[in-house]
């Protein structure tokens, strides 16, 4: 297994446990869709499979790694050169060109392949808008060049919170289909979050979480 999330409880300071008792398990080039109602914690559970924040009890594995084993250091080290995000705010660096937003991750952990910078360039139909700033292109482009700095390092992971959320219909089917793509080209996994079943469906499987838990 790629990722295996095993009993994880989560509560941030102050409030009830968002996760109660969740456990899922995703394997080397599988697609997740992860639903659940607004507030039920996909974005926690996301952030934490990213190792972007802790948990207080169970465990995460990815790729081998058990999550609470690792040091601050350690974690950077796993989102560096295992684990890539996507979010609905698409996350540019606004004082950094397309080009430079492209290939700053995979230059982070000194994986930049340019051929597959190229590849991934031409594929994402970022060729002609590679000196331009976030601010200057819509919100389709601006997540395609949020896919493509997430697939430049290759990473065996790629977490996605509603990377459509902000975008409208058209913009949305072209953004879910180049990341399908890449996802199943490299082989890749994917867990993805989103409140639409049309996109959880094209999906491998699907997890629902509610009251802490998936159901
Ligand atoms: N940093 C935080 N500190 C305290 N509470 C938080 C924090 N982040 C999220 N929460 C709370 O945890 C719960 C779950 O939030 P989360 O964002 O994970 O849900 P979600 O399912 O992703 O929601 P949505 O679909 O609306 O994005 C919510 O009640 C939220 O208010």
């Given at each position: 297994?790629?990722?295996?999330?095993?009993?994880?409880?989560?509560?941030?300071?102050?409030?009830?446990?968002?996760?109660?008792?969740?456990?899922?398990?995703?394997?080397?080039?599988?697609?997740?869709?992860?639903?659940?109602?607004?507030?039920?914690?996909?974005?926690?559970?996301?952030?934490?499979?990213?190792?972007?924040?802790?948990?207080?009890?169970?465990?995460?594995?990815?790729?081998?790694?058990?999550?609470?084993?690792?040091?601050?250091?350690?974690?950077?080290?796993?989102?560096?050169?295992?684990?890539?995000?996507?979010?609905?705010?698409?996350?540019?660096?606004?004082?950094?060109?397309?080009?430079?937003?492209?290939?700053?991750?995979?230059?982070?952990?000194?994986?930049?392949?340019?051929?597959?910078?190229?590849d991934l360039t031409r594929r994402l139909g970022l060729a002609d808008l590679l000196d331009r700033y976030p601010e200057y292109l819509s919100g389709?482009?601006?997540?395609?060049?949020?896919?493509?700095?997430?697939?430049?390092?290759?990473?065996?992971?790629?977490?996605a919170d509603e990377p459509t959320g902000n975008l409208d219909e058209t913009a949305s089917a072209a953004v879910l289909d180049l990341m399908l793509?890449?996802?199943?080209?490299?082989?890749?996994?994917?867990?993805?979050?989103?409140?639409?079943?049309?996109?959880?469906?094209?999906?491998?499987?699907?997890?629902?979480?509610?009251?802490?838990?998936?159901?």
């Open positions: 297994m790629l990722l295996t999330v095993d009993h994880v409880r989560k509560t941030y300071p102050g409030g009830r446990p968002v996760l109660q008792d969740v456990s899922l398990a995703l394997d080397h080039g599988q697609t997740l869709a992860l639903t659940g109602e607004s507030g039920s914690g996909k974005s926690t559970l996301l952030n934490l499979v990213g190792a972007l924040d802790t948990f207080e009890s169970g465990e995460i594995t990815v790729d081998g790694q058990a999550l609470s084993s690792l040091n601050d250091p350690g974690r950077a080290a796993l989102r560096r050169d295992r684990v890539a995000m996507v979010f609905q705010q698409f996350n540019l660096i606004p004082s950094l060109t397309v080009a430079q937003n492209l290939s700053f991750h995979a230059r982070l952990g000194e994986r930049l392949d340019k051929g597959w910078l190229s389709g482009q601006q997540q395609r060049v949020a896919i493509g700095r997430a697939m430049a390092a290759r990473p065996k992971l790629l977490l793509d890449l996802v199943r080209d490299t082989g890749a996994a994917l867990l993805l979050v989103t409140h639409s079943l049309d996109i959880a469906n094209r999906l491998d499987r699907r997890a629902h979480l509610a009251s802490g838990r998936i159901t």
